[in-house]
């Protein structure tokens, strides 16, 4: 049961134009989200996040948006450049009341591409 | 920004014998680590939470005593898996989350992560 999913396992986007990385989660109880990136042979890299009080956070070239009544979260970035081909993961986590937090749920991850 | 180490990156060993993998927080304090798995073509699944000074809470499905986990200090977390078989197999990565000013950053639990480490048993 994947409570995290990212349906588009690929991307191609040319360089410029606007990359939109779809996500969607089951779980009601998560209450916030990130965007972590990674090339091969590393770690993932923490690009953004959002609270779950929030529909929209920006830094930059990336914005994420939230909407919680479709359980759907989407990262924007604009414009695309080649540096941005990686794969991109969209993970959740859910605040514990008496302290600390779960976690992360990740998805699968989508593979963008950006073609020059 | 924060730097997770972890090492070895590549780990070959011989089915019944133990490898122990180290996460280290380079330029800032973790109370609370985390150790995940990735199997080919999914995504990463969380094991077990370890805290500094306490036992891990490990995920359903998880053998504690298969996976040992140690959190010794603020720094460094290891993940010990004993008597490695075949099945165990995979691509383990850690992550810590960042205490700053004497209080963790619960709220936003950003997670910082290292390279990983790819163990195959032979």
């Known amino acids: 049961d994947q409570q995290v999913k990212q349906n588009s396992p690929s991307l191609s986007v040319q360089e410029g134009r606007i990359s939109i990385l779809n996500c969607d989660y089951t779980?009601?109880?998560?209450?916030?989200f990130l965007w972590y990136k990674k090339y091969p042979a590393e770690g993932p890299t923490f690009l953004i996040s959002?609270?779950?009080?929030?529909d929209k956070n920006e830094d930059g070239r990336f914005t994420v948006f939230l909407n919680k009544s479709a359980k759907h979260l989407s990262l924007h970035i604009v414009p695309s450049q080649p540096g941005d081909s990686a794969v991109y993961f969209c993970?959740?986590?859910?605040?514990?009341?008496?302290?600390?937090?779960?976690?992360?749920?990740f998805g699968k991850g989508t593979h963008l591409i950006i073609q020059p | 920004g924060a730097v997770v180490s972890q090492h070895p990156s590549r780990v070959i060993c011989k089915s019944g014998t133990s490898v122990k993998i180290e996460c280290r927080s380079l330029?800032?304090?973790?109370?609370?680590m985390f150790w995940y798995r990735q199997f080919p073509k999914q995504s990463l699944m969380l094991m077990a939470t370890?805290?500094?000074?306490?036992?891990?809470?490990?995920e359903q499905g998880v053998e504690k005593d298969k996976f040992l986990i140690n959190h010794a200090s603020l720094t460094l977390s290891t993940l010990t898996v004993t008597s490695a078989h075949p099945e165990d197999s995979s691509f383990y990565i850690c992550?810590?989350?960042?205490?700053?000013?004497?209080?963790?950053?619960?709220?936003?639990?950003?997670?910082?992560f290292g390279a990983g480490t790819r163990l195959s048993v032979l």
């Open positions: 992550s810590a989350r960042e205490w700053l000013a004497g209080r963790e950053i619960i709220a936003k639990n950003i997670q910082y």
């Open positions: 779980n009601s109880m998560f209450d916030y």
């Open positions: 959002i609270s779950s009080i929030k």
């Open positions: 993970a959740a986590s859910r605040f514990r009341a008496g302290g600390g937090a779960d976690g992360l749920t």
């Open positions: 330029d800032f304090q973790a109370t609370t």
């Open positions: 370890s805290n500094e000074g306490s036992k891990a809470t490990y």
